[in-house]
């Protein structure tokens, strides 16, 4: 095979897809966006690397009307809905991006696949970083939490450590406390307690563990025992760890975009309706509110949704507007009499 044709064999292996809008993520904050947006009409593809932030969880809660769902089957629910109205799930994981506004190109496992849009929606989400402590990870979202209000309902009454690295762990305890009469503060990396917050502790009834923890044992994905250091264990059937909400801004970026570092992590500014500094392009969920539950993140997905169709039709309205303005010609005018007679301008 000559050169020439292996470069035609190639290019006629990339899938070239065109769309009103590129979602990047099929999480609920995605698919929220896509399904506004197909029930608007507008030609969506959705990029799914399929890999969900909230798979180890057994759960999806304070999501009313799907309380406790599963979060896969939550995703499967709303990927056949966004197709209902005409909305494509791209498999395959995003790897570059650039252009401006009403020229995007997005491209999709190393070229495989091209998409060009107008508009782009970022709903890629965040990576948890986690203390690096042995059995953390392995325990991740089922006994290892950190948010009372997504799984806290579970641990209720159960024995609760909370891992401390910032003084944040305080406000964790104070959550926890209410779920349970059995709370536990390990400071590990966090500061040492100021004379009123000793107080607040001694208040709640919650022991304070100081030498640093070394491990936690587990058994699967369930917690048994916290190790500190010189090799005690402390039972325990939960642990709450803070982690450090990094959002995957790497496209942002790549589109021009700048990251945020705040006291919590990294992530994407925007406005309310997800709006970002770059012009076309658009964020959801956890991208740029990292504390967002499930609930939060597919409002945000619709609200960025409706924000683009709105975009898109005052783009579309500006165009039409210049259209019509242009100064008159015989070029025009045939134009529109072949349009509207066909051949019965000659009296056919």
Same mark, same amino acid.
């Given at each position: 095979?000559?050169?020439?044709?292996?470069?035609?064999?190639?290019?006629?292996?990339? @899938?070239?897809?065109?769309?009103?809008?590129?979602?990047?993520?099929?999480?609920?904050?995605?698919? @929220?966006?896509?399904?506004?947006?197909? #029930?608007?009409?507008?030609?969506?593809?959705?990029?799914?690397?399929?890999?969900?932030?909230?798979?180890?969880?057994?759960?999806?809660?304070? =999501?009313? !009307?799907? /309380?406790?769902?599963?979060?896969?089957?939550?995703?499967?629910?709303?990927?056949?809905?966004?197709?209902?109205?005409?909305? #494509?799930?791209?498999? !395959?994981?995003?790897?570059?991006?650039? !252009?401006?506004?009403? @020229?995007?190109?997005?491209?999709?496992?190393?070229?495989?696949?091209?998409?060009? @849009?107008?508009?782009?929606?970022?709903?890629?989400?965040?990576?948890?970083?986690?203390?690096?402590?042995?059995?953390?990870?392995?325990?991740?979202?089922?006994?290892?939490?950190? %948010?009372?209000? %997504?799984?806290?309902?579970?641990?209720?009454?159960?024995?609760?450590?909370?891992?401390?690295?910032?003084?944040?762990?305080?406000?964790?305890?104070?959550?926890?406390?209410?779920?349970?009469?059995?709370?536990? =503060?390990?400071?590990?990396?966090?500061?040492?307690?100021?004379?009123?917050?000793?107080?607040?502790?001694?208040? =709640? !009834?919650?022991?304070?563990?100081?030498?640093?923890?070394?491990?936690?044992?587990?058994?699967?994905?369930?917690?048994? *025992?916290?190790?500190? /250091?010189?090799?005690?264990?402390?039972?325990?059937? &939960?642990?709450?760890?803070?982690?450090?909400?990094?959002?995957?801004? /790497?496209?942002?970026?790549?589109?021009?975009?700048?990251?945020?570092?705040?006291?919590?992590?990294?992530?994407?500014?925007?406005?309310?309706?997800?709006?970002?500094?770059?012009?076309?392009?658009?964020?959801?969920?956890?991208?740029?509110?990292?504390?967002?539950?499930?609930?939060?993140?597919?409002?945000?997905?619709?609200?960025?949704?409706?924000?683009?169709?709105?975009?898109?039709?005052?783009?579309?309205?500006?165009? *039409?507007?210049?259209?019509?303005?242009?100064?008159?010609?015989? &070029?025009?005018?045939?134009?529109?009499? /072949?349009?509207?007679?066909?051949?019965?301008?000659?009296?056919?």
């Amino acid at each position: 095979m000559t050169a020439e044709a292996a470069m035609i064999t190639e290019a006629a292996t990339i @899938a070239e897809l065109q769309a009103d809008v590129v979602v990047v993520g099929g999480g609920a904050a995605g698919l @929220a966006a896509a399904v506004a947006l197909g #029930r608007s009409r507008r030609s969506v593809i959705v990029v799914d690397a399929g890999k969900p932030r909230n798979a180890p969880a057994h759960g999806a809660h304070n =999501l009313l !009307g799907q /309380e406790g769902i599963s979060p896969l089957e939550l995703l499967a629910r709303g990927r056949a809905e966004a197709e209902a109205y005409g909305v #494509r799930i791209l498999s !395959g994981v995003v790897t570059g991006a650039s !252009g401006v506004a009403d @020229a995007f190109t997005i491209e999709v496992d190393g070229g495989a696949s091209i998409v060009t @849009a107008r508009r782009v929606v970022l709903a890629t989400g965040l990576v948890d970083e986690l203390p690096d402590v042995p059995g953390v990870r392995e325990a991740w979202g089922r006994t290892v939490l950190h %948010c009372p209000y %997504c799984h806290g309902w579970e641990v209720r009454d159960q024995r609760i450590a909370v891992l401390g690295r910032t003084e944040g762990a305080l406000h964790q305890v104070m959550l926890f406390r209410q779920l349970s009469a059995d709370v536990t =503060l390990f400071l590990h990396d966090a500061p040492e307690p100021s004379d009123e917050q000793w107080e607040q502790l001694s208040a =709640l !009834g919650v022991s304070v563990v100081t030498p640093r923890v070394q491990r936690l044992i587990v058994d699967g994905d369930q917690v048994r *025992a916290v190790e500190i /250091e010189g090799g005690r264990s402390i039972e325990v059937d &939960a642990v709450v760890v803070a982690p450090r909400f990094v959002a995957r801004t /790497e496209l942002y970026e790549a589109l021009g975009g700048e990251r945020t570092i705040t006291p919590f992590g990294e992530q994407v500014v925007a406005d309310a309706r997800g709006a970002t500094a770059v012009p076309g392009v658009f964020v959801a969920g956890n991208t740029s509110e990292p504390m967002a539950m499930v609930s939060v993140a597919a409002g945000s997905g619709v609200m960025a949704g409706a924000a683009v169709n709105g975009d898109l039709a005052a783009a579309d309205l500006a165009r *039409a507007v210049e259209s019509r303005a242009r100064p008159f010609s015989a &070029a025009m005018e045939a134009k529109a009499t /072949e349009a509207v007679l066909g051949n019965r301008r000659h009296g056919i």
